[in-house]
């Protein structure tokens, strides 16, 4: 199976200022069509998870242009240019190249 | 809106079943697959399996298999998840999450608590 890691698990951030967050496969989610199997979600307090970024840097559907994925193969980044206040929540890293996992998430929150 | 709606909150005894549904809307059900994933509190995701309404096909995750049985009405555009010998460590909010052509989970569903205690 493969294993997602994130860094950090937690980050403290404050309004305004950039944040970023790590996520390394134990294998390479890069397909054989040039698509990374690798999508980022955030799960706001008391709230399901939301789809933010699909395919490694594709941004979802009304998702702010504040946020952004890079990276592939095994190592993929999720970058917020200016956290606001509704950024506060857990992200997750989620591979769908074989059986779907998740990383541990990391947890966002303010200073 | 694509949405997906769950059932309510359930509580369980130990060794009994429990069966979630998610009704689908705004898009024809038999085009996307549905996957179940669990939360156990405080943890991270895990997922269970997927449905694919169109056909009934089903896959489950390895630790799943034999306990768990996903189904689907395309007649009420309604996904179940029923999982079987509750045990205490079955206590989560489960998920259901419509499969996008990205391979994506998109959107979820509001989530179901099931709680099993004696």
């Known amino acids: 199976d493969i294993v997602l890691t994130q860094s950090p698990l937690s980050l403290p951030v404050t309004p305004g200022e950039p944040a970023s967050i790590s996520c390394r496969s134990s294998q390479s989610l890069l397909h054989s069509t040039g698509y990374n199997y690798l999508d980022w979600y955030l799960q706001k307090p008391g709230q399901s998870p939301q789809l933010l970024i699909y395919?490694?840097?594709n941004r979802a559907s009304g998702v702010p242009d504040r946020f952004s994925g890079s990276g592939s193969g095994t190592d993929f980044t999720l970058k917020i240019s200016r956290v606001e206040a509704e950024d506060v929540g857990v992200y997750f890293c989620?591979?769908?190249?074989?059986?779907?996992?998740f990383g541990p998430g990391t947890k966002v929150d303010f200073k | 809106q694509v949405q997906l709606v769950q059932s309510g909150a359930e509580v369980k005894k130990p060794g009994a079943s429990v069966k979630v549904s998610c009704k689908a809307s705004?898009?024809?059900?038999?085009?996307?697959?549905i996957h179940w994933v669990r939360q156990a509190p405080g943890q991270g995701l895990e997922w269970m399996g997927w449905i694919n309404p169109k056909s009934g096909a089903t896959n489950y995750a390895q630790r799943f298999q034999g306990w768990v049985a996903m189904t689907s009405d395309t007649s009420i555009s309604t996904a179940y998840m029923e999982l079987r010998r509750l045990t205490s460590h079955d206590t989560a909010v489960y998920y259901c999450a419509r499969d996008t052509d990205t391979s994506s989970f998109d959107p979820w569903g509001q989530g179901t608590l099931v709680t099993v205690s004696s």
């Open positions: 989620m591979q769908a190249l074989h059986t779907p996992s």
């Open positions: 705004g898009y024809r059900f038999t085009d996307s697959y």
């Open positions: 395919s490694g840097s």
